[in-house]
């Protein structure tokens, strides 16, 4: 066996961000940015209105000591540019967000203004109130992002109210999903004897969304050999990561393992619990995972290897889940050679997180999983740990740290 350490290690040093790809703006929701942008004008772009009233020269209140009585030359709407200049005397009705017209360096509010035929009657304060300058925001030519920022929502609308309309990002992995034994049958059509629904595929094609990959399920490839093969061939050139599930342990059907071999990968038996068996190599420089069949094992496995690949390719700068100590609420065995990755419930407590296992350790126990907020770790080492002991959780499930479990 060998350290979960050296597999991590193995798997991720190979693995690199994917090259930047221009998106539309919104495809880019929770991507990683891939260039610096600057702005190509100020913004805003323009000095506007920032409420509904009369753009006006302050000069003219100044001499009235705050007040005065102007003409009113026309109107300026959102959208729209005041033609030539304002003078001494005149005011222009204004909207919100509409040019203030050159000359003009303040806007009189509504609720401070009486119109009666044609002429206006204003009070005001400050000169430049109620106007937006120009540039306030981001001036000319200012960083807007970086390369490895993150596209929150709103940071695509700064982009967008700089005119882009597309960015450069790492892209979401494409990533084919493959199950394998001759066993599994695909949800719903009817099971036969000794056959099995296929939960793998779906399970990971879930888990690689969630991520923010594009996922898509290649379906079941029988135990034989070179039929594991010959899909991948199929499917040349359409995914960034191909995940197998099944066939990469000792048995006399296992396949997966042997196509590992032949494209020069290891198989290895990794010190953890469940997942002992992993496989892992390039297709024509993909990176394939070769991941055991048992669903908690697959599961487990993609929270300590795939995941963690797919952020890195997505540019991620941290690729680890949440992690909180918890007080474990049942006595539980582990194996002391391996560390074991035990799925529990959370809950926050008085004084701290307490954990208590959702089921027994089978590793085909995919209930135990759906029940779990997260994976208790057991070190290496350790044989048993007593209820009331303090023990590391991973969060797979992060919306309990928000709800406390409840
Ligand atoms: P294997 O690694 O191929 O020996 O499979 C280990 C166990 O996982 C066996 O009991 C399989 O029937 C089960 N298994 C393999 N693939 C899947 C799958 N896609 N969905 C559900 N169970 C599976
Ligand atoms: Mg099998």
Avoid: C
């Amino acid at each position: 066996m060998i350290p979960l350490e050296e597999w991590k290690e193995y798997v991720l040093s190979g693995i690199e961000p994917l090259p930047p790809m221009e998106v539309p703006l919104l495809e880019a929701a929770g991507l990683r940015l891939a260039e610096e942008v600057r702005t190509p004008h100020p913004l805003p772009p323009f000095d506007s209105a920032s409420m509904d009233g009369y753009a006006v020269l302050w000069e003219d209140l100044l001499a009235g000591g705050g007040e005065a009585q102007l003409r009113v030359v026309g109107e300026v709407r959102a959208g729209q540019a005041w033609q030539g200049r304002l003078f001494r005397g005149e005011a222009v009705r204004i909207s919100t967000g509409a040019a203030l017209p050159p000359g003009a360096d303040t806007v009189i509010p509504k609720e401070h203004a009486e119109e009666t035929e044609g002429r206006v009657r204003v009070r005001g304060r400050e000169k430049g109130a109620f106007v937006r300058g120009a540039g306030e925001d981001l001036r000319e030519g200012e960083v807007v992002a970086s390369p490895g920022d993150q596209l929150t929502p709103a940071l695509l609308g700064l982009l967008a109210s700089v005119g882009r309309a597309s960015v450069k990002v790492r892209p979401r992995p494409r990533v084919g999903v493959f199950a394998t034994g001759d066993e599994l049958v695909e949800p719903p059509a009817g099971l036969g004897p000794g056959r099995i629904y296929d939960s793998n595929s779906y399970l990971l094609a879930a888990l690689v969304r969630e991520v923010g990959g594009k996922a898509f399920r290649g379906g079941v490839v029988p135990d034989s050999p070179g039929a594991l093969e010959s899909v991948l061939s199929a499917w040349r050139g359409q995914a960034d990561v191909v995940l197998v599930t099944g066939g990469v342990s000792a048995g006399d059907h296992d396949y997966s393992r042997d196509l590992v071999s032949k494209l020069g990968g290891r198989v290895e038996r990794v010190a953890i619990q469940p997942g002992m068996p992993q496989g892992f190599a390039r297709f024509e420089g993909i990176p394939v995972f070769a991941l055991p069949g048992n669903p908690v094992s697959v599961f487990v496995s993609y929270e300590l290897f795939v995941r963690p690949a797919l952020l890195k390719m997505m540019g991620f700068p941290r690729w680890e889940r949440p992690r909180v100590r918890a007080m474990m609420e049942e006595p539980v065995a582990s194996p002391p050679e391996k560390v074991q990755f035990l799925r529990v419930s959370l809950k926050r407590k008085a004084l701290g997180w307490a954990a208590r296992p959702t089921g027994g350790a089978g590793s085909h126990l995919l209930r135990t999983v759906a029940l779990a907020d997260g994976l208790a770790v057991i070190p290496r080492g350790v044989s048993q740990v007593p209820a009331g002991a303090s023990v590391e959780v991973v969060v797979t499930r992060e919306e309990v740290l928000l709800s406390g479990g409840l």
